[in-house]
């Protein structure tokens, strides 16, 4: 009762909004969840003693912990849980760092007849061992960090969620464990925020929304992680295309179409068959022998390497620099099921590709160009909550093709480009592409929840793996530089972001359905028919209700499929050859001639704007 004033408070509009940070974005968070999940994970034991640990991170909006137990655990079992953690946390007991050998640690893991702790230990490459004890009644291997006592935590403030299968180390072939997920904050008041975005988040969620508004499907018969387009989606992915595909004529782009399979040998040339292989769909070889000699065909993770044959087709001039090729290219990817995500993570999905092939005295330039279109798409989607992410590598690992000279020249040339911006940004250690570093576009939703959504990326290495040249202005051969671009990132991923953004309520242009004629009776139908034919000469995507059913059930049906603009038809209206609009945007605007809704329309249409 106490959380209740708090979420009242939040919506009125002279209220201070609740901040949620990211566990990543404060070290306070992050103590305060890794310490709730050991009591978590000690509550589970004391109430399950034969349950074993395994392992128990943060993440960003909580923790989870993994645990082997042969008794499955269930919402009941949530709740008891949660009332043993308060015990715990109301002894106040100390968080205890500790250094121990590891011969130590070993000897009292064995001792605990803990097998996952085992082999945890045998993966840390460091010492000594750290151990972390709540008092002197629990420990387990960690790094940290903690707060210094179960009395820092606020019982009021910490939630267990869900419960949910996971395998050991996320391999499908090892044991499956039970994991617990929570979530704790540093106040009640973080808290009741927080569950009312997530109940928010239930009314948004795009798998829900798309089933309701009939724009997509899976089906088991096709496979998960593979959606089926209905007419309605399938209007809304052409609108996006027709959109972005206006805007890249303007700017010099070049229409490309690729194959959905190659042979392996491309993908060993570009690298990925060596260093993304385990994210492809298995090879397709003909016979045995072909298959033991990797010879056969895959189908494509990225279309870089079938727009690189095409500009390798004949040797360039330096005059036809930068050549920009797009393409609307379906790619798959073989990903786990368990990280399939409705629209957000499938196997098959359509990327507005385009790979940029320019002079180094060019490279600037283009960037620049890319970051501006990719602006531009963005505020014409209504996107303004975003962030430039630079993703580059880590240097210690070595996951990563070409010369650190390549490398450190892609990673200024992006640095540069965000300097002279002067945007937002921040910078990602590890999260550059294998071949080259990459400008992200890191969009947070309505619901502050975060997304990757367009990304720019400079190449040196492909250009070197597959010997691209021009001829330069003095007769020799120069490598070009690549840059790939996707100001989208992918339709699906898009349009289930903006499914959520807008709560299914499309802005007027990117509606599947613009303008809903509802005829009062049967008498008036034609009428309508032919204000809809009227319509759509024009370019105005308008229907005209066919159920027959009185007309406050079709005004509702209208309203819950959120057609922006509903238009009544009765006697009135046709005597004065008129419509009696409602738009959802601005309400009941009375009767206006039908010449006028259309030029409104279309006006629309044209600018992006409300009806």
């Not at 943060?58 to 923790?63: A, C, D």
């Not at 082999?119 to 750290?130: G, M, R, S």
């Not at 925020?193 to 948004?204: G, I, T, V």
């Given at each position: 009762?106490?959380?209740?004033?708090?979420?009242?408070?939040?919506?009125?509009?002279?209220?201070?909004?609740?901040?949620?940070?990211?566990?990543?974005?404060?070290?306070?968070?992050?103590?305060?969840?890794?310490?709730?999940?050991?009591?978590?994970?000690?509550?589970?034991?004391?109430?399950?003693?034969?349950?074993?640990?395994?392992?128990?991170?943060?993440?960003?909006?909580?923790?989870?912990?993994?645990?082997?137990?042969?008794?499955?655990?269930?919402?009941?079992?949530?709740?008891?849980?949660?009332?043993?953690?308060?015990?715990?946390?109301?002894?106040?007991?100390?968080?205890?760092?500790?250094?121990?050998?590891?011969?130590?640690?070993?000897?009292?893991?064995?001792?605990?007849?803990?097998?996952?702790?085992?082999?945890?230990?045998?993966?840390?490459?460091?010492?000594?061992?750290?151990?972390?004890?709540?008092?002197?009644?629990?420990?387990?291997?960690?790094?940290?960090?903690?707060?210094?006592?179960?009395?820092?935590?606020?019982?009021?403030?910490?939630?267990?969620?869900?419960?949910?299968?996971?395998?050991?180390?996320?391999?499908?072939?090892?044991?499956?464990?039970?994991?617990?997920?929570?979530?704790?904050?540093?106040?009640?008041?973080?808290?009741?925020?927080?569950?009312?975005?997530?109940?928010?988040?239930?009314?948004?969620?795009?798998?829900?929304?798309?089933?309701?508004?009939?724009?997509?499907?899976?089906?088991?018969?096709?496979?998960?992680?593979?959606?089926?387009?209905?007419?309605?989606?399938?209007?809304?992915?052409?609108?996006?295309?027709?959109?972005?595909?206006?805007?890249?004529?303007?700017?010099?782009?070049?229409?490309?179409?690729?194959?959905?399979?190659?042979?392996?040998?491309?993908?060993?040339?570009?690298?990925?068959?060596?260093?993304?292989?385990?994210?492809?769909?298995?090879?397709?070889?003909?016979?045995?022998?072909?298959?033991?000699?990797?010879?056969?065909?895959?189908?494509?993770?990225?279309?870089?390497?079938?727009?690189?044959?095409?500009?390798?087709?004949?040797?360039?001039?330096?005059?036809?620099?930068?050549?920009?090729?797009?393409?609307?290219?379906?790619?798959?990817?073989?990903?786990?099921?368990?990280?399939?995500?409705?629209?957000?993570?499938?196997?098959?999905?359509?990327?507005?590709?385009?790979?940029?092939?320019?002079?180094?005295?060019?490279?600037?330039?283009?960037?620049?160009?890319?970051?501006?279109?990719?602006?531009?798409?963005?505020?014409?989607?209504?996107?303004?909550?975003?962030?430039?992410?630079?993703?580059?590598?880590?240097?210690?690992?070595?996951?990563?093709?070409?010369?650190?000279?390549?490398?450190?020249?892609?990673?200024?040339?992006?640095?540069?480009?965000?300097?002279?911006?002067?945007?937002?940004?921040?910078?990602?250690?590890?999260?550059?592409?294998?071949?080259?570093?990459?400008?992200?576009?890191?969009?947070?939703d309505a619901l502050e929840r975060e997304w990757q959504l367009g990304t720019v990326q400079v190449d040196?290495?492909?250009?070197?793996?597959?010997?691209?040249?021009?001829?330069?202005?003095?007769?020799?051969?120069?490598?070009?530089?690549?840059?790939?671009?996707?100001?989208?990132?992918?339709?699906?991923?898009?349009?289930?972001?903006?499914?959520?953004?807008?709560?299914?309520?499309?802005?007027?242009?990117?509606?599947?359905?613009?303008?809903?004629?509802?005829?009062?009776?049967?008498?008036?139908?034609?009428?309508?028919?032919?204000?809809?034919?009227?319509?759509?000469?024009?370019?105005?995507?308008?229907?005209?209700?066919?159920?027959?059913?009185?007309?406050?059930?079709?005004?509702?049906?209208?309203?819950?499929?959120?057609?922006?603009?509903?238009?009544?038809?009765?006697?009135?209206?046709?005597?004065?050859?008129?419509?009696?609009?409602?738009?959802?945007?601005?309400?009941?605007?009375?009767?206006?001639?039908?010449?006028?809704?259309?030029?409104?329309?279309?006006?629309?249409?044209?600018?992006?704007?409300?009806?």
């Amino acid at each position: 009762m106490v959380q209740q004033p708090a979420a009242v408070e939040q919506n009125s509009p002279s209220a201070a909004p609740i901040s949620l940070p990211r566990t990543s974005e404060s070290e306070t968070l992050k103590k305060i969840r890794h310490t709730t999940s050991h009591v978590m994970a000690m509550a589970v034991q004391r109430l399950f003693p034969k349950a074993q640990v395994t392992i128990g991170p943060w993440i960003e909006s909580g923790f989870y912990y993994d645990f082997d137990s042969p008794e499955p655990f269930t919402e009941a079992d949530l709740k008891a849980i949660k009332k043993e953690m308060v015990k715990i946390i109301n002894k106040k007991l100390p968080v205890i760092r500790e250094e121990v050998t590891r011969d130590e640690a070993r000897r009292r893991i064995e001792a605990l007849g803990e097998p996952y702790k085992l082999e945890i230990l045998d993966d840390i490459k460091t010492e000594p061992i750290t151990l972390y004890h709540l008092g002197d009644q629990w420990w387990d291997l960690c790094a940290g960090p903690h707060v210094e006592s179960t009395a820092d935590l606020n019982p009021k403030a910490i939630e267990l969620e869900t419960v949910a299968g996971a395998y050991w180390r996320g391999d499908a072939n090892r044991q499956q464990l039970q994991r617990i997920y929570g979530t704790a904050w540093e106040t009640p008041e973080q808290l009741a925020e927080y569950k009312r975005r997530k109940e928010e988040a239930l009314k948004r969620d795009h798998r829900k929304l798309g089933k309701e508004l009939g724009l997509f499907l899976f089906a088991d018969a096709v496979g998960p992680g593979l959606p089926l387009w209905t007419p309605k989606g399938t209007l809304l992915r052409s609108l996006l295309e027709d959109y972005l595909k206006k805007e890249q004529v303007a700017r010099g782009y070049l229409p490309v179409v690729s194959p959905h399979i190659a042979r392996v040998d491309l993908f060993k040339v570009s690298g990925h068959w060596q260093n993304y292989k385990e994210d492809m769909f298995p090879m397709m070889a003909e016979d045995a022998e072909s298959a033991a000699a990797e010879q056969g065909f895959v189908l494509k993770p990225m279309n870089c390497p079938f727009h690189i044959q095409i500009y390798k087709n004949q040797l360039r001039s330096y005059r036809e620099l930068p050549m920009r090729l797009a393409e609307f290219g379906t790619v798959y990817r073989y990903e786990q099921s368990g990280e399939l995500g409705g629209l957000t993570r499938v196997r098959g999905f359509t990327v507005d590709d385009s790979h940029l092939f320019v002079r180094p005295d060019q490279l600037a330039d283009e960037f620049l160009k890319v970051v501006d279109l990719i602006l531009s798409v963005f505020g014409d989607l209504q996107l303004k909550n975003f962030k430039a992410r630079l993703s580059f590598r880590d240097p210690a690992s070595d996951k990563y093709i070409g010369s650190d000279e390549a490398w450190n020249k892609a990673e200024s040339a992006i640095r540069n480009a965000v300097a002279t911006l002067g945007m937002e940004s921040f910078e990602a250690p590890g999260e550059a592409a294998f071949y080259g570093p990459k400008l992200d576009f890191i969009f947070r939703d309505a619901l502050e929840r975060e997304w990757q959504l367009g990304t720019v990326q400079v190449d040196y290495n492909l250009p070197e793996r597959f010997e691209l040249e021009y001829v330069a202005e003095d007769g020799s051969r120069q490598r070009p530089v690549m840059i790939h671009r996707a100001p989208f990132g992918s339709l699906e991923r898009l349009i289930g972001i903006l499914i959520e953004e807008y709560a299914g309520d499309f802005p007027f242009w990117l509606a599947p359905v613009q303008v809903r004629l509802l005829p009062v009776g049967d008498d008036f139908r034609p009428f309508a028919e032919e204000v809809v034919a009227q319509m759509r000469l024009l370019g105005i995507r308008a229907e005209v209700d066919q159920s027959g059913d009185r007309l406050g059930k079709i005004v509702r049906t209208a309203e819950k499929e959120k057609v922006p603009v509903m238009a009544i038809v009765g006697a009135q209206e046709v005597e004065n050859n008129a419509l009696s609009v409602r738009t959802r945007s601005a309400g009941d605007l009375g009767a206006i001639a039908v010449a006028t809704v259309c030029d409104r329309a279309v006006a629309a249409n044209q600018s992006r704007t409300n009806f």
